[in-house]
C-alpha cells in the first residue's frame, strides 16, 4: 500500500458531478448505477441522495445529460479530460476558472453533441444560432433535450454563470457530507489491499493495469457513488473507487465465475444485436462509424445495443485517441461455453 497515491480531489470533484446527474438522469443512474446483489438498498439511497440537493435549474441540462455511451458534458471535458492531462489539474478550482471560457465552452458542446461534424461544420454552428438550430432540429434527442440546447445556444453565458453558482452551491453541501463521512474514507484507505484489488481488476474487467508496479497508480475514493470503479489514464492509472466498491468487485468476480445467462439471452434476442456480433467477429475491432457505415443502425442505436453487450462483459473498449474501439471479451465467452457445458454433465 506504501507505494499507492491516495487522492481526494478527484473523487470528490466526480461525486460532485454525480450529484447534478443523477438528478437528470435518475432512471438511468438507478438502473446502471445499482448493484445487482443490493439493489433495493441502492435504490433507496440514491434517491435519498438526490432529495438532499436543493433544486437545480433545467438550465443546466444540457450539461449533465447522460447520451447513449453514458457520458456527460461535464464529466468528459471537466473530469475525463482533467485527469487525462494531468492528476494535479483535477480539482474543483480548476473547473470553476475553466468553465469561464465561453467560446471555449460553445465549441465543446457542439463537439460533444453533434460529433460527426467537421471542424468547419463545428466554426459555422459556433458563429450561426441558425446553423445550431438546424443540428438540434434534425437530431435524435428527446424534446427535452432539444430544448435544452436552443435554450443554451441563444444564451450561453447566462447559462454558465447559472451552472457556475449551481457548483458553488453545490460543492458546499457535498463538503460538509464529506467532513461528517471522511472518517469512512480513511478507514477504506487504512483496510486498503492495493495489489488484491487491482489484480481482481485486471482479471474481471479487462482493464489494462500493472498491477506490478504500484508506483503507477493513484487511488481516489468517492462517497456518492458508492459502487463506483472507474478507470482514468493519466501519466498515472486513477482508480475511482466508491465507498462500496468491495460489495462491487465480488459481483464482478461473481459473474466471471458464472455469466448471468439471462442477461445474455436478453442481447441475444434481437437481431441487430447479432448483426453487431458478426461484424466484431470479421472485422476483431469497430467504432461507431463503422457500424453505422456497415450495418446501416443510427449511432443513438448503436450505443444502445454495445452498451447492453458490455454491462454483461461480452465486449469490452480501449481508446485510439478519442476513438472509442468496441471487441470480444474472449474470456466471457469462455465463461458462457464453461457454464453452458454444466447441464450436459452428469
Known amino acids: ?12 470533484l466526480y461525486d460532485l458531478f454525480f450529484l447534478f446527474v443523477l438528478r437528470f438522469n435518475k ?3 438507478l438502473k446502471n448505477c445499482v448493484s445487482r446483489n443490493n439493489k433495493d438498498a441502492d435504490v433507496e439511497y440514491y434517491n435519498k441522495l438526490d432529495s438532499e440537493l436543493d433544486e437545480i435549474s433545467d438550465k443546466l441540462l444540457p450539461f449533465f445529460y447522460l447520451k447513449e455511451d453514458h457520458k456527460c458534458f461535464m464529466t468528459l471535458y471537466y473530469f475525463d479530460d482533467l485527469v487525462s492531462s494531468s492528476l494535479e489539474t483535477c480539482e474543483f478550482s ?3 476558472e475553466a468553465i469561464k471560457d465561453y467560446n471555449l465552452i460553445v465549441d465543446q458542446m457542439v463537439r460533444f453533441y453533434f460529433p460527426a461534424l467537421s471542424d468547419g461544420q463545428v466554426e459555422a454552428c459556433k458563429n450561426s444560432f441558425v446553423n445550431v438550430s438546424h443540428e438540434i432540429c434534425r437530431s435524435d434527442y428527446s424534446a427535452e433535450v432539444k430544448n435544452g440546447l436552443y435554450s443554451f445556444f441563444l444564451q450561453p453565458e ?3 454563470q447559472q451552472l457556475y453558482y449551481s457548483l458553488l452551491e453545490a460543492k458546499q453541501l457535498l463538503a460538509k457530507k464529506y467532513e461528517k463521512e471522511y472518517e469512512a474514507v480513511l ?18 474487467s479487462n482493464w489494462a493495469i500493472d498491477y506490478s508496479d504500484l508506483d503507477g497508480v493513484a487511488i481516489s475514493f468517492c462517497l456518492c457513488v458508492r459502487n463506483c470503479l472507474k478507470l482514468c489514464t493519466a501519466d ?3 482508480l475511482v473507487l466508491g465507498a462500496a466498491y468491495e460489495a462491487r468487485i465480488a459481483e464482478l468476480q461473481s459473474q466471471m465465475q458464472r455469466p448471468a445467462l439471462d442477461l445474455l439471452g436478453t442481447v441475444l434476442s434481437e437481431q441487430n444485436r447479432i448483426d453487431l456480433l458478426d461484424l466484431i467477429y470479421k472485422k476483431g475491432e469497430v467504432t461507431i462509424h463503422d457500424i453505422e457505415e456497415e450495418l446501416g443502425i443510427a449511432g443513438t442505436n448503436a450505443y444502445y445495443h454495445l452498451s447492453m453487450m458490455l454491462r454483461i462483459g461480452m465486449v469490452k473498449t480501449r481508446n485510439r485517441g478519442r476513438t472509442l474501439l468496441y471487441s470480444f471479451n474472449e474470456e466471457y465467452f469462455i465463461s458462457v461455453a464453461d457454464a453452458l457445458l454444466h447441464y450436459i454433465k452428469k
Request: aromatic fraction near 8%; proline fraction near 2%.
Open 1 to 12: 500500500m506504501a507505494n499507492v497515491r491516495f487522492l481526494k480531489d478527484p473523487g470528490f
Open 27 to 29: 432512471e438511468d443512474c
Open 94 to 96: 480548476v473547473v470553476l
Open 158 to 160: 447566462q447559462h454558465l
Open 187 to 204: 478507514d477504506l484507505i487504512q483496510h486498503f489491499d492495493a495489489k488484491r484489488v487491482i489484480e481482481v481488476l485486471a482479471t474481471t
Open 236 to 238: 498515472v492509472s486513477l
